[in-house]
């Protein structure tokens, strides 16, 4: 009984925090309000036995995600235009909610444990990082050893994050039209 | 009923998404749609941890006590990678919005086109 | 921020922990939950956290910008070098099991090596975006005061010399 009151007052708060961050305009509270989300769904990670994914989404989530978003919000404004609800957009939504929702109906239930995933690869894993590789966090064995390739091209794409934003905000200004002038500059940011 | 009450999570995971998708086309806010955006990657991670679990299993950490089942690691892992990759993503695209609010002076997107469209008559005109 | 003693003394103390926190959880990753990207991004935030709370001036001096990209290169090459090594013992990219005396190290020996290479990516990219985010100001700021020079020096005003910056 106790497992069910946490997961609903987790789910309610997680639905209610992504409410609030569409409905406000003050971008602060927004970028705070997504550090919160993540916080809240890392929180749903280890009630659903995820405890690695809480562990990244916490740290990258609610860590680093909402300090780029803080520091971004030093450089730009931090209110948005008032807006009044979107017709067309909310009908779009609420189509594909509706579309969603029928396409769902085929997939497995909830913590069913003969659905197809479960008995294709998972078990090797379970049992090859027991008596192949001899660690018990089988979720690192399965991230570097038997899926080794992806983590490399994970890391590339991590590696290219850093060039792509060195090379937009690295230190070269393109011309300025907020002020007019057409110069090229040059300028040292580091 | 007992379908709903078997597929709560999808159902759960269907609501973030339609709130992060409406973020993401209503607002024009550049910033806010990042925040959608994130809510939407956010939900997406929830459907697949979700499809992990098995109901009285634990954590995929192996342990020397009896234990009968343990998530799904194939899930686990696939999201962490997607994880990283979301957040290497989102700080590209919050580089590219302060460029654009330097070079044009707004983050609206309408103010934007607006901006851009003038430009292109001045330029038709020159 | 320096100014308040509450805020420099916890950071002081917080700002090892964080780090020991991070190459444990880099360490142990085979233990229990944890690995390269959790340890990378931890051992991030506590550099991010000494450029908060003391200057961006002394942060960059912990970590110079261009050890920062060597550590990036460094990280992606140690895990590509890891495959290679395998391929040179005769076995195929990225197979752990020739690494060591027995398979079981071999995995061990190359899953170690894979994480840390992934750790240090990880951290020194946080710690790249953190800097290039937050010497954004800095970089405008110069620029509108070597614009503000230039249109002087046209119209043939004095040029002043460029007050020294005080340590922030």
Same mark, same amino acid.
């Given at each position: 009984m106790s497992g069910f009151l946490v997961d609903a007052a987790l789910i309610s708060l997680l639905t209610l925090i992504a409410i609030l961050a569409v409905r406000l305009h003050r971008l602060f509270a927004v970028v705070m309000l997504s550090g919160a989300f993540s916080l809240v769904a890392a929180a749903l990670f280890v009630v659903l036995d995820a405890v690695d994914v809480a562990f990244t989404e916490a740290a990258v989530g609610a860590g680093i995600s909402t300090i780029l978003a803080l520091a971004t919000l030093s450089l730009v404004p931090r209110d948005e235009k008032p807006h009044s609800i979107a017709l067309v957009p909310a009908f779009l939504a609420f189509a594909t909610a509706a579309m969603l929702a029928v396409a769902v109906s085929d997939l497995p239930a909830?913590?069913? +444990?003969? +659905?197809?995933i479960h008995n294709h690869v998972a078990p090797e894993y379970l049992t090859g990082s027991a008596e192949d590789i001899g660690i018990p966090n089988v979720v690192t064995s399965v991230l570097a050893s038997y899926r080794g390739f992806d983590t490399l091209g994970e890391t590339v794409v991590v590696f290219t994050a850093a060039i792509a934003v060195l090379l937009v905000l690295g230190g070269y200004t393109r011309p300025r039209r907020r002020n007019g002038d057409r110069d090229k500059e040059d300028g040292n940011a580091r | 009923m007992s379908m709903l009450a078997g597929q709560w999570n999808y159902f759960l995971v269907i609501a973030l998404m339609m709130i992060g998708f409406y973020t993401v086309i209503a607002r024009g806010n550049m910033v806010k749609k990042m925040v959608g955006l994130t809510i939407f990657q956010t939900s997406v991670f929830m459907l697949y941890i979700s499809m992990g679990k098995i109901a009285n299993g634990t954590a995929p950490i192996l342990t020397d006590a009896a234990q009968k089942a343990y998530a799904n690691p194939l899930p686990h892992v696939l999201i962490l990678t997607a994880i990283v990759v979301g957040v290497a993503t989102t700080a590209v695209g919050y580089a590219l919005i302060i460029s654009v609010y330097e070079s044009y002076g707004t983050i609206e997107d309408d103010e934007l086109i607006k901006i851009i469209e003038a430009e292109e008559d001045e330029g038709a005109d020159a | 921020m320096q100014d308040d003693p509450v805020i420099r003394v916890v950071a002081k103390v917080m700002i090892p922990t964080v780090m020991l926190f991070a190459l444990y959880v880099q360490f142990h990753g085979d233990y229990g939950p944890g690995g390269g990207f959790q340890a990378g991004v931890i051992f991030a935030a506590a550099f991010v956290l000494n450029a908060m709370i003391f200057g961006l001036n002394r942060g960059r001096h912990v970590w110079p910008a261009n050890l920062n990209l060597l550590a990036v290169c460094a990280g992606v090459l140690l895990y590509g070098l890891t495959g290679v090594a395998s391929m040179l013992l005769g076995e195929n990219y990225l197979d752990y099991d020739v690494l060591g005396a027995t398979p079981q190290a071999g995995q061990h020996i190359g899953i170690l090596l894979v994480e840390f290479g992934v750790g240090l990516t990880v951290a020194s990219v946080m710690v790249a975006l953190f800097f290039t985010f937050a010497g954004r100001m800095t970089h405008n700021r110069l620029l509108d005061r070597m614009e503000a020079q230039d249109k002087d020096a046209k119209r043939g005003a004095v040029k002043e010399v460029p007050k020294k910056r005080s340590r922030t």
């Amino acid at each position: 009984m106790s497992g069910f009151l946490v997961d609903a007052a987790l789910i309610s708060l997680l639905t209610l925090i992504a409410i609030l961050a569409v409905r406000l305009h003050r971008l602060f509270a927004v970028v705070m309000l997504s550090g919160a989300f993540s916080l809240v769904a890392a929180a749903l990670f280890v009630v659903l036995d995820a405890v690695d994914v809480a562990f990244t989404e916490a740290a990258v989530g609610a860590g680093i995600s909402t300090i780029l978003a803080l520091a971004t919000l030093s450089l730009v404004p931090r209110d948005e235009k008032p807006h009044s609800i979107a017709l067309v957009p909310a009908f779009l939504a609420f189509a594909t909610a509706a579309m969603l929702a029928v396409a769902v109906s085929d997939l497995p239930a909830f913590g069913d +444990a003969n +659905a197809p995933i479960h008995n294709h690869v998972a078990p090797e894993y379970l049992t090859g990082s027991a008596e192949d590789i001899g660690i018990p966090n089988v979720v690192t064995s399965v991230l570097a050893s038997y899926r080794g390739f992806d983590t490399l091209g994970e890391t590339v794409v991590v590696f290219t994050a850093a060039i792509a934003v060195l090379l937009v905000l690295g230190g070269y200004t393109r011309p300025r039209r907020r002020n007019g002038d057409r110069d090229k500059e040059d300028g040292n940011a580091r | 009923m007992s379908m709903l009450a078997g597929q709560w999570n999808y159902f759960l995971v269907i609501a973030l998404m339609m709130i992060g998708f409406y973020t993401v086309i209503a607002r024009g806010n550049m910033v806010k749609k990042m925040v959608g955006l994130t809510i939407f990657q956010t939900s997406v991670f929830m459907l697949y941890i979700s499809m992990g679990k098995i109901a009285n299993g634990t954590a995929p950490i192996l342990t020397d006590a009896a234990q009968k089942a343990y998530a799904n690691p194939l899930p686990h892992v696939l999201i962490l990678t997607a994880i990283v990759v979301g957040v290497a993503t989102t700080a590209v695209g919050y580089a590219l919005i302060i460029s654009v609010y330097e070079s044009y002076g707004t983050i609206e997107d309408d103010e934007l086109i607006k901006i851009i469209e003038a430009e292109e008559d001045e330029g038709a005109d020159a | 921020m320096q100014d308040d003693p509450v805020i420099r003394v916890v950071a002081k103390v917080m700002i090892p922990t964080v780090m020991l926190f991070a190459l444990y959880v880099q360490f142990h990753g085979d233990y229990g939950p944890g690995g390269g990207f959790q340890a990378g991004v931890i051992f991030a935030a506590a550099f991010v956290l000494n450029a908060m709370i003391f200057g961006l001036n002394r942060g960059r001096h912990v970590w110079p910008a261009n050890l920062n990209l060597l550590a990036v290169c460094a990280g992606v090459l140690l895990y590509g070098l890891t495959g290679v090594a395998s391929m040179l013992l005769g076995e195929n990219y990225l197979d752990y099991d020739v690494l060591g005396a027995t398979p079981q190290a071999g995995q061990h020996i190359g899953i170690l090596l894979v994480e840390f290479g992934v750790g240090l990516t990880v951290a020194s990219v946080m710690v790249a975006l953190f800097f290039t985010f937050a010497g954004r100001m800095t970089h405008n700021r110069l620029l509108d005061r070597m614009e503000a020079q230039d249109k002087d020096a046209k119209r043939g005003a004095v040029k002043e010399v460029p007050k020294k910056r005080s340590r922030t």
